[in-house]
């Protein structure tokens, strides 16, 4: 059965650092979508992406995010200068025209 | 603005007990979708159900059920017999009309545990 996937699972860095989080959506999927779950919280939206641009971001997707794909299957969020508010378990999801979304395992932030 | 409430924190059951997770909405959209969502502790988001509003019939997944009323803006989820597998935290969620392509809006979320 297709997934999603997500690397790295976890991933520590120093506060100011820049991180790269991966994601492959399922492969005939057209929307793809970044959401945030801080520790013992629940689930808030970042970002969409259809068409390789910006559907709807939140509040919390300021200038420190970016979302791009940069080819056919990845799908990646990076965060320029890394805050401790920023740790965090990321989730990338994907969905079809008209579908539920299905989420990956998460990549799990750690910013010290 | 989209709202989902949970109100139920945390729920404890003895396994085969019947139980009920409440979610109640707010949404100014007349279409709009409705899901339930399961994160093991694992960690994962493993996707249960989605309703648009349009169609208010229950729902019956094996051991898992869901009510939904327009009337009282609520989508309800009942597991029977509950086992200790079923034991993760639920999240309820709304997204608007775009064919359930728009963001979901997650409610705070109810640990279930399943004591044997």
């Known amino acids: 059965e297709p997934e999603v996937t997500q690397t790295p699972s976890h991933q520590v860095t120093q506060m100011g650092q820049e991180v790269i989080l991966r994601c492959v959506p399922i492969?005939?999927?057209?929307?793809f979508y970044w959401y945030r779950q801080i520790l013992g919280q629940k689930v808030e939206f970042l970002v969409s992406?259809?068409?390789?641009?910006?559907?709807?971001k939140s509040e919390i997707f300021d200038d420190q995010f970016s979302v791009e794909r940069p080819d056919g299957s990845n799908f990646t969020l990076k965060i320029r200068s890394t805050k401790l508010e920023d740790s965090a378990m990321y989730f990338c999801?994907?969905?079809?025209?008209?579908?539920?979304?299905?989420f990956g395992p998460g990549t799990r932030l750690t910013v010290l | 603005a989209q709202k989902v409430t949970q109100a139920q924190t945390e729920i404890s059951v003895v396994e085969k007990e019947d139980v009920t997770l409440d979610c109640v909405y707010e949404?100014?959209?007349?279409?709009?979708?409705l899901f339930w969502y399961k994160q093991p502790p694992s960690g994962e988001l493993v996707f249960l159900i989605r309703?648009?509003?349009?169609?208010?019939q229950n729902e019956i997944s094996g051991r898992y059920s869901w009510n939904f009323q327009k009337s009282t803006s609520s989508f309800n989820f009942t597991i029977t017999a509950s086992q200790v597998v079923d034991s993760a935290v639920y999240f309820c969620?709304?997204?608007?009309?775009?064919?359930?392509?728009?963001?979901?809006?997650f409610g705070t979320g109810t640990r279930l545990t399943i004591i044997p």
């Open positions: 999801a994907s969905s079809e025209i008209g579908n539920e979304q299905f």
């Open positions: 492969s005939n999927h057209l929307y």
């Open positions: 992406f259809y068409n390789n641009e910006i559907s709807e």
């Open positions: 949404t100014r959209d007349t279409t709009y979708y």
């Open positions: 309703r648009n509003s349009f169609d208010e």
């Open positions: 969620a709304l997204s608007g009309p775009g064919f359930g392509n728009e963001k979901l809006t």
